[in-house]
Each structure stands twice: as C-alpha cells, then as structure tokens.
C-alpha cells in the first residue's frame, strides 16, 4: 500500500534554473495539497488541488511557481528561476475527499530542494 | 484568518520525564485538531486527531491531547517520554468547512538518554 511518494528526494538547481517536484498521492486519494518547511519555521500552505482543478492556491507565491494536477500522472509543483529563498523542504499531502471529514492527511516524505 | 501557536519552540528531557506541549489556536467555531509527529529526516506522520466526542484523544506512541473548547488549547501529553520520541511535533487546526489545515511552528523535542 504505497503512501504519497515524492520525487526527487534531493534537488539542488543553479540560481535561475526551473525546479519540478512531483506528487503522487496515495491510491484512491484525490485531493492534494502542497507544503513547504523552511528551516526553524513550521509548514506553510501554499495550494490545494483536485484532478484537474486548483481548488485554493492562497499561499503560493504570485510569481515563478505554479502547481498542477492532471486527470493523469502526478501532481507537479513548478518552480521558475529559483532563487536561493526557495531552498526549501516541500511536502505534499493527500486526502480520500475534502479536507477534515476525511479522516486526515497522508504527507509524502517530502522533496529538499537546494538553491546554490 | 486562524492562526495556531506553539510557544514551546525547543524541549530537552531526559528520559522517563512526563511531556506535554502546549497548542492554541484562534477560532472561535467549530474546528478538528491534528498532532503530527516528524522524526528526523523523514515525513509527518499523524499522532492522534480530535473531531468531536471525548475530549481526551488518545493516540499512537502513548500520546494524548485534550481538547479545552474554553481555552482553545490542544495540548499534547506522554507521561513517560523516550530517547525515540526526539521528533518535530506538529499541532495543527481546521476551521470548520476549510479543507485545509494550519499548521503550529512546530516544537523541536530532544530526549536524553
């Protein structure tokens, strides 16, 4: 029973370079929301998505990122011309239906990118 | 917008002693109430959830939080920690009708053997 896989693990990119974290969610969850950590701080909400729709994207930032969800394959957060503030751990999570009547989210292990 | 707060940012105990971590939220309507835990390196895995009913939630691990409407607290407890429990620890807080939950700064917990 495989939970949310996140890929790559480990990501470092060039200042100015694109980043590409994917998600897969756990099978039979349709409902994915990405997170970031930063060092000493706790996790941030940056968008919610459901197949093919961005359902809240209040916490992403206005400019460089991007997220989807296509009806196949993974959902991928985007992130153009990286800076070295974006380095960053970012989590995915995912739920059966909306939110708390679902019983919770199931994080993936999270992808560390690093900006040099 | 709610806000949750952690103020307990860095615990250190030795092991045996009793723990317990202090979450309060700001919302005055209904909410459900989350303890994650994250051990080194790896992802936040869910401790315990209170969505209605007792008060007193137990959960993995010999965990526990009570829910105190009046004080809008969520409070994690563990009467006899472990070197094993050195993790984050993650309080977080739906607002009723949100699908999203905020999430506490997080508390930073070391275990002495």
Known sequence: NAGVMQNPRHLVRRRGQE?????????????VYWYRQLPEEGLKFMVYLQKENIIDESGMP????????PKEGPSILRIQQVVRGD?????????P???SASGGYTFGSGTRLTVV | AQSVSQH??????SEAASLELGCNYSYGGTVN???????????????????SGDPLVKGI???????IKSKFSFNLRKPSVQWSDTAEYFCAVNVGGSYIPTFGRGTSLIVHP
């Open chain 1, 87 to 95: 380095s960053a751990a970012y989590f995915c999570a995912s739920s």
């Open chain 1, 62 to 69: 206005k400019e460089r990122f991007s997220a989807e969800f």
């Open chain 2, 61 to 67: 691990k010999g965990f526990e939080a009570e829910f």
């Open chain 1, 97 to 99: 239906g909306e939110g």
């Open chain 1, 19 to 31: 980043a590409r974290l994917r998600c897969s969610p756990m099978k039979g969850h349709s409902h």
């Open chain 2, 33 to 51: 109430l989350f303890w994650y835990v994250q051990y080194p390196g790896q992802h936040l895995q869910l401790l315990l959830k209170y969505f």
């Open chain 2, 8 to 13: 307990n940012h860095h615990v250190i105990l």
